[in-house]
T-cell receptor, first 112, second 114 residues
């Protein structure tokens, strides 16, 4: 079984709709992250959480919100989706000592 | 603000050849990571470099870190088609065990041709 899972894997929605992307992990890591990937731009950090009570904005948090429901679960919400939020979204976790991040399979989101 | 630049952005090479991908970053950090991404897939961790002078090798890939020059290299030896992918470097902005935040380079798309 995958250590970091994301649901849904693909989603097409319309402008103005509320969308939630979910991430679960079985790695036992405290730190979790949400990234967005656009072609040619690498990955950009949206939000991160170092433990259940800790939530921090990343470099591109406008238009997004997150919820850390448990150590293993970190959800990303788009309150009112817009077309320029069309992208590939990745969840990641990291370990304490090496800081190595482990990525989920990604969610491809299309906003029409 | 930490900036991470990779070059080249695109690399087409023949099988059997050697080449190096460069990753430059703008502020002090001792922690740098290399990832591989196949088209439509997730990122796979390749190397974790945690100190100046660190060198790691796996098969035909070797990564090194020079923190004084703020430079990491990913060297490809005798390339094979299976190495075709996009390679990302990422630098840890926080640089301590309290947490880590990665800033990614834009990626190098590698195509290895027969």
């Amino acid at each position: 079984d995958a250590d970091v899972t994301q649901t849904p894997r693909n989603r097409i929605t319309k402008t103005g709709k509320r969308i939630m992307l979910e991430c679960s992990q079985t790695k036992g890591h405290d730190r979790m992250y949400w990234y967005r990937q656009d072609p040619g731009l690498g990955l950009r950090l949206i939000y991160y959480s170092f433990d259940v009570k800790d939530i921090n904005k990343g470099e591109i948090s406008d238009g997004y919100s997150v919820s850390r429901q448990a150590q293993a679960k970190f959800s990303l919400s788009l309150e009112s989706a817009i077309p320029n939020q069309t992208a590939l979204y990745f969840c990641a976790t990291s370990d304490l000592w090496r800081g190595e991040q482990f990525f989920g399979p990604g969610t491809r989101l299309t906003v029409l | 603000e930490l900036k991470v630049e990779q070059n080249p952005l695109f690399l087409s090479m023949q099988e059997g050849k050697n080449y190096t991908i460069y990753c430059n970053y703008s502020t002090t950090s001792d922690r740098l990571y290399w990832y591989r991404q196949d088209p439509g897939k997730s990122l796979e961790s390749l190397f974790v470099l945690l100190s100046n002078g660190a060198v790691k090798q796996e098969g035909r890939l070797m990564a090194s870190l020079d923190t004084k020059a703020r430079l990491s290299t990913l060297h490809i030896t005798a390339a094979v088609h299976d190495l075709s992918a996009t390679y990302f470097c990422a630098v840890d902005k926080m640089n301590n065990n309290a947490g880590n935040m990665l800033t990614f380079g834009g990626g190098t798309r590698l195509m290895v041709k027969p």
